[in-house]
Nanobody, 124 residues
Framework: VQLVESGGGLVQAGGSLRLSCAASGSILRVNAMGWYRQAPGKQRELVALHTTGTMLTDDSTMYADSVKGRFTISRDNAKNMVYLQMNSLKPEDIAVYFC??????????????WGRGTQVTVSS
């Protein structure tokens, strides 16, 4: 399984960016896809997570408090893709953003997979 991110770049404060991540390979089920970020000198942190529903539950999303109301995570399940729409960007959003997915790739194995990351830079 591979995850490939795209969409990072440089934007002015208050601007917007949309990150995309595509999962490919041997995939039976995508259980969750999300975005993490790591700023220089800081630990990697969860930004947003989209969990696939089951027969008994709906899809669900969660966000870090620092991005609530500004970022929106969405999925295209048919394409195994996840997006992160980032609005009202701030200098404190500067980080490398990583796509992460929890994927069942065979009936006996589920694992976490990571992309290589994409840089987001916000100028003040």
């Amino acid at each position: 399984v591979q995850l490939v991110e795209s969409g990072g770049g440089l934007v002015q404060a208050g601007g917007s960016l949309r990150l995309s991540c595509a999962a490919s390979g041997s995939i039976l089920r995508v259980n969750a896809m999300g975005w993490y970020r790591q700023a220089p000198g800081k630990q990697r942190e969860l930004v947003a997570l989209h969990t696939t529903g089951t027969m008994l539950t709906d899809d669900s999303t969660m966000y870090a408090d620092s991005v609530k109301g500004r970022f929106t995570i969405s999925r295209d399940n048919a394409k195994n893709m996840v997006y992160l729409q980032m609005n009202s960007l701030k200098p404190e959003d500067i980080a490398v953003y990583f796509c992460q997915a929890k994927i069942t790739d065979n009936p006996w194995h589920c694992d976490d997979y990571w992309g290589r990351g994409t840089q987001v830079t916000v100028s003040s």
